[in-house]
């Protein structure tokens, strides 16, 4: 065999296997590239509704999930709490005590306690001034927040104060009622954050 077939026979030879190769080196670049473009759980999860349940959630606790990259709190409110509540809608402390900015809660929502049923609340933990997050203080009358107070939440960053409905007081910088996402029951202790009631069948008040 002549010198010129062996190196032609070699170089076929390498050709193949480069070209084999190269494309197991395509494939393994290609998978994780396909991957950076499919969204990731934590993505998927920040815009799409929330499955929550909440049945070991015992009054006074509260609980903090998110959605859409923001805090929403659940809790549970008693009945001292509630009439507490009434109480403040009479008493012309608080800026929108009817809820008439529609913009901070879905329409079915706007009324004393601002949800589903009295006794579980459900809002978005941003502050209506400039975002910061509110801390819960549902103790009554704490000496750094003066006998007058309820239970609520306070606002660290420039004293704004809202009740335990998330509706802000009067003389405080936050211009409106914290947010009530929309929300609905799945279940007595379930709910799903992101979604009306009747935007899907099987829905229980």
């Known amino acids: 065999m002549s010198k010129d ?24 670049t290609a998978v994780p590239f396909i991957k950076s473009m499919e969204p990731s759980a934590r993505a998927e999860a920040a815009g799409a509704p929330v499955k929550v349940d909440f049945s070991k959630l015992k009054p006074v606790h509260l609980m903090t999930i998110e959605w859409r ?7 549970r409110r008693t009945p001292e709490e509630l009439k507490s509540l009434d109480e403040l809608t009479k008493s012309g402390k608080l800026r929108d005590p009817l809820s008439k900015v ?21 809002l978005i933990g941003v502050c209506t001034h400039l975002g ?17 107070w309820k239970g609520g939440f306070f606002c660290p960053c420039h004293g704004s104060r809202f009740d335990l ?6 003389g405080v910088p936050a211009p409106t009622n914290l947010e009530v996402p929309p929300y609905r029951f799945l279940a007595e202790n379930q709910v799903v954050i992101g979604e009306n009631p009747g935007e899907n069948s099987g829905d229980k008040a």
């Open 69 to 75: 990259s923001k805090p929403v709190w659940i809790f």
């Open 5 to 28: 077939k062996v190196d032609r026979g070699k170089r076929r030879l390498l050709t193949a296997t480069a070209t084999v190769v190269g494309g197991v080196g395509i494939g393994f």
């Open 132 to 148: 910061c997050t509110p801390t819960y203080r549902p103790e009554v009358a704490p000496p750094d927040l003066g006998p007058n």
């Open 165 to 170: 409905a998330g509706r802000v007081f009067e």
């Open 102 to 122: 529609e913009s901070q809660q879905p329409p079915i929502d706007q009324n004393t306690y601002r949800s589903l049923k009295p006794e579980v609340a459900v």
